[in-house]
């Protein structure tokens, strides 16, 4: 009899640690998907962010200046909204065209809230002193915030 009841408690204890550890693990597995979910989400935003910064043609700046806005929040918009209307009259008077394009793009720091990551975008810019076009690489850092469920960028400094 006294064997039974032990039988018994040790397959109860097994039975709690086999489903805490269960438990344990499912927790881990959800915070490392939201994790790379999270990791995805920064570097799209980025992505995009310095793809439409890098991509503007003076046939349709509006938009275009728009669409970096749209990503924007904080001083960055602010500064980037302030030069839109001489940057709209110097794009239209020398015929700019740069067409980005994302090369790289890693994460350097983040948090719940906010981001820094290191892209690298090439671009062919053509305008009115390079018809013919010149390739220009920029190794940019962007600073992003978590704004209402979006990933937004709060700064864009050219580096190295």
Same mark, same amino acid.
């Given at each position: 009899? @006294? ?6 408690? @040790?397959? @109860? ?9 269960? +438990? ?17 989400? =920064? ?6 962010? $310095?793809? *439409? ?13 728009? *669409? ?12 980037? %909204?302030?030069? #839109?209307?001489?940057? #709209?009259?110097?794009?239209?008077? *020398? ?10 793009? +890693? =994460?350097?720091? %983040? ?9 690298? $975008?090439?671009?062919?810019? #053509?305008? #009115? @002193? $390079?018809?013919?076009?010149? $390739? ?12 209402? +469920?979006?990933?937004?960028?709060? *700064? ?5």
């Amino acid at each position: 009899m @006294a064997h039974g009841r032990l039988t018994a408690a @040790a397959l @109860a204890v097994g039975t709690v640690v086999v489903t805490a550890l269960s +438990g344990w693990l499912c927790v881990e597995v959800y915070e490392q998907r939201a994790e790379t979910q999270r990791q995805q989400d =920064i570097l799209a935003a980025a992505r995009q962010s $310095a793809l *439409n910064f890098t991509s503007l043609d003076y046939r349709h700046y509006e938009r275009d200046s728009a *669409n970096v806005l749209k990503g924007a929040t904080g001083d960055f918009k602010e500064q980037f %909204a302030a030069q #839109t209307a001489e940057l #709209t009259k110097l794009v239209a008077a *020398n015929k700019s065209v740069s067409q980005g394009q994302v090369l790289e793009a +890693g =994460i350097a720091r %983040a948090d719940e809230r906010s981001a820094r990551v290191l892209v690298v $975008a090439d671009s062919k810019v #053509t305008n #009115t @002193a $390079a018809p013919e076009g010149q $390739a220009r690489t920029y190794r940019l850092q962007l600073d992003l915030v978590l704004e209402s +469920g979006r990933w937004l960028t709060s *700064n864009v400094e050219f580096v190295g």
